[in-house]
């Protein structure tokens, strides 16, 4: 089990603080001032009627990480791989819905989360909706309308950011290479031995660091080319 949390390892019991609390300026992004969004606090007001609740869940979704939210809630989260996106689960959060077994999902691909079992689904806005038993229009417009900012005291290193875009790209890169290689060949029965021999280490590797999420995406990128080399030596 892995959580999504801060730094300092504290749960902070939700991310969301009013410009002038008690949060740092060190380890705070304000998403809600003039220079973000590029017109003033004052005019956002005046643009009350202009813009609809729609578009206002759509800006603060797009402003607010849930990721951010995830790990400052202190969501525990079972890891797996997934080409989809869907590399998180654990227990459903919201406190209306005894799930029994993992139905919450995290799709680290598209930064949203759907619980399977109880069938609520979304971003960061209506992830704090469902676990505050409140609107979504009442969040998004508590965001919208007010300086907001939050911790984004996140290491980038994280593991949880892996790019599972870029994993199915290089596997996929790798495993056309191969094909073309015993093509060329006539799918002679020793090429097919040999690149299987010198696929077999990304095989233990893969096999080793799949099922911990541990994969570092620049480590395989170097192993894939030092593979590719050696299939080009047997043509050399």
Known sequence: MHVLSNNSGQSSNGILHSKGSDAGTDDVRDYGSRDDWNFSFDQKLSNRKEISDQEIIRIVNDTFPLYVVLRDYNIQFERQYSPTGWTHRCACPFKDHNDTAPSFGYNSKEDRFNCFGCNRHGRAVQFLAYIR??????????????????????NVSDDNLIDYGKLDDLLFDYANYV????????????VVKYADAVTWNLDVYLRKHAMRCSIVLDDLVVRINKLKEQIDAYEG
């Open 133 to 154: 038993g409140v609107s979504v229009v009442s969040v998004a417009r508590e965001l919208y309308f007010n300086d907001i900012v939050y911790n984004d005291n996140l």
């Open 179 to 190: 094909r073309e290689f015993k093509s060329r060949h006539g799918n002679d029965i020793y």
